[in-house]
């Protein structure tokens, strides 16, 4: 594909009419994903979540700008995901505001997303555009997922470096974040540290990443808070090198001026030499392909099922489904069976 | 969801300091299902030849009340021809004088729609002129 050989020679233009195809699912997107995919696997993927207003956007663009004067040589990839309106389709992007000050640097490329309808925080198609600037030679890939605080923890399944943004909460009980995604978090953010009550907040975090402090296998996609334990001092058995835990830091910052934004950076790197010591490199890389296959035969599962059932046997099925005649599980093993075998489940009874 | 979405780039040139106008177009293209990115005041020409390079957008529309479009809009559309961005569709809203409006269709902008257009006119012009643009391809 001329496109990709383009691409992989450096024309800016091209990666952004890949990441449009890859975007699109359309078929060229897809040979280009497939194409791409032996050149992937080097860039540094870190993800940005909090709660909407935090100052994901504004600490992204700080984070890039220190990135690039660290690593003169080194390109980084920004990919800032905002929600899709449910009722419309279309969208808003505009964390790019906050990072004009990128506009001019050559080795910065911003891509704005929409969820498309996708929950958790990122579109469908985000781990396969941080595949296109991977094979880009893109360094380091941050994405910021759209403004979350709950439920929203997909970024896991994508980044090797997590980094969770909170503001400081009015009171030591009042967080606008949640247990569930200070989990995910390999470094804790507090930004907005000009207000009143960041060391508050900090203090708070720090007690919660300890109470909740995860033991030395990380669990990836299913970060259990644990009830802290003085792990059990075992008497016959030699003394062992364990591999060093990761405990998350939380910083504070102020995203507008850079206040802490150096110290941030270098968290980042001690916790991709972290991961690169312990294994953990691989085995994230490993997990976040797993999910990747994972869910694509999901799709393609549903997209074949969708091709071979007509739509009128499943609505002839869920009609029966709604007068009682039929449970919605047998509902679905008929479905299914129909998928499977191409017999009228109606014939076949 | 393999179904093309028009990406459109909306951009304040100049150093006048008032987005409204630029904001309800936002809102206006997002409400007809575009994807609208939205980059804010005192943008350059080659601030916005950029930000349209990294977004493949199909469309731009430059918000100018500063008066300053004869400068600006024939540079921007230069920079995005010289981007390789050819098919771009670039309109123009704001208060443009009779006068200077054959000269920026000239320059190749799209259309200049002036204060008081409704912007469900905007979103279909320039949702028919993507499609157009696109059945060419
Ligand atoms: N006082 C103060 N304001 C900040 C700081 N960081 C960001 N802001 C402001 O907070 C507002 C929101 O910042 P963004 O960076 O857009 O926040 P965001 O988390 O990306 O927002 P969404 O993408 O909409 O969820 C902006 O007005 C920023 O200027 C900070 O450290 N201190
Ligand atoms: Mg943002």
């Given amino acids: 594909m001329a496109l990709i050989d383009d691409m992989r020679k450096g024309s800016r233009l091209a990666l952004s009419r890949v990441l449009t195809l890859v975007e699109n699912a359309s078929p060229t997107g897809q040979a280009a994903l497939n194409q791409l995919f032996p050149y992937t696997g080097k860039a540094h993927k870190i993800g940005i979540t909090g709660p909407p207003g935090s100052g994901k956007s504004t600490l992204v663009n700080k984070l890039a700008h220190q990135l690039r004067l660290n690593e003169p040589a080194a390109k980084v990839a920004i990919i800032a995901v905002d929600p899709t309106s449910p009722f419309t389709g279309g969208a808003i992007l505009g964390d790019r505001v906050r990072m004009l000050a990128l506009q001019n640097d050559p080795m910065v490329f911003i891509r704005s997303m929409a969820s498309r309808g996708a929950l958790g925080g990122l579109a469908t198609a985000?781990?396969?555009?941080?595949?296109?600037?991977?094979?880009?030679?893109?360094?380091?890939?941050?994405?910021?997922?759209?403004?979350?605080?709950?439920?929203?923890?997909?970024?896991?399944?994508?980044?090797?470096?997590?980094?969770?943004?909170?503001?400081?909460?009015?009171?030591?009980?009042?967080?606008?974040?949640?247990?569930?995604?200070?989990?995910?978090?390999?470094?804790?953010?507090?930004?907005?540290?000009?207000?009143?009550?960041?060391?508050?907040?900090?203090?708070?975090?720090?007690?919660?990443?300890?109470?909740?402090?995860?033991?030395?296998?990380?669990?990836?996609?299913?970060?259990?808070?644990?009830?802290?334990?003085?792990?059990?001092?075992?008497?016959?058995?030699?003394?062992?090198?364990?591999?060093?835990?990761?405990?998350?830091?939380?910083?504070?910052?102020?995203?507008?001026?850079?206040?802490?934004?150096?110290?941030?950076?270098?968290?980042?790197?001690?916790?991709?030499?972290?991961?690169?010591?312990?294994?953990?490199?691989?085995?994230?890389?490993?997990?976040?392909?797993?999910?990747?296959?994972?869910?694509?035969?999901?799709?393609?599962?549903?997209?074949?099922?969708?091709?071979e059932v007509p739509e009128d046997e499943i609505e002839r099925l869920l009609s029966d489904v709604n007068r009682r005649k039929v449970s919605p599980s047998e509902a679905a093993t008929q479905l299914v069976a129909y998928n499977r075998t191409g017999i009228n489940p109606h014939l076949s009874e | 969801m393999t179904e093309k979405k028009i990406r459109v780039l909306i951009a304040k040139p100049g150093l006048d300091g008032h987005d409204r106008g630029a904001k309800v177009v936002a809102r206006a293209l997002r409400d007809d299902g575009m994807e609208v990115i939205y980059t804010g005041l005192r943008q350059t020409p080659e601030m916005i030849s950029e930000a349209a390079l990294q977004e493949d957008v199909d469309v731009i529309g430059l918000s100018i009340l500063s008066g300053a479009h004869n400068a600006l809009v024939p540079q921007i559309i230069r920079k995005v021809r010289e981007n390789g961005q050819n098919e771009v569709i670039i309109f123009v809203g704001g208060i443009i004088p009779e006068d200077d409006i054959q000269g920026l269709l000239d320059a190749g902008v799209f259309k200049i729609y002036g204060p008081g257009t409704d912007t469900r006119q905007v979103s279909r012009e320039i949702r028919e002129a993507v499609q157009a643009a696109t059945l060419v391809d």
């Fill in chain 1, 126 to 307: 985000t781990q396969a555009l941080s595949q296109v600037f991977d094979a880009a030679g893109y360094d380091y890939i941050l994405i910021e997922t759209v403004g979350a605080g709950q439920s929203e923890v997909d970024i896991v399944n994508l980044a090797h470096t997590t980094i969770v943004v909170d503001v400081p909460g009015l009171g030591d009980d009042i967080q606008s974040i949640k247990a569930g995604i200070l989990e995910i978090a390999d470094i804790l953010v507090v930004n907005k540290a000009d207000h009143p009550g960041a060391d508050q907040s900090t203090r708070y975090l720090r007690s919660m990443i300890r109470m909740g402090h995860r033991t030395s296998s990380p669990s990836y996609g299913k970060h259990a808070l644990k009830e802290w334990q003085e792990p059990e001092p075992k008497e016959n058995e030699p003394e062992k090198e364990l591999e060093p835990d990761w405990l998350p830091p939380v910083m504070k910052t102020i995203a507008t001026d850079g206040t802490g934004i150096m110290e941030v950076v270098e968290k980042i790197q001690n916790h991709r030499s972290w991961l690169e010591k312990t294994g953990n490199w691989e085995k994230k890389d490993a997990f976040i392909l797993r999910e990747v296959v994972k869910k694509m035969v999901t799709a393609s599962l549903v997209s074949k099922f969708e091709a």
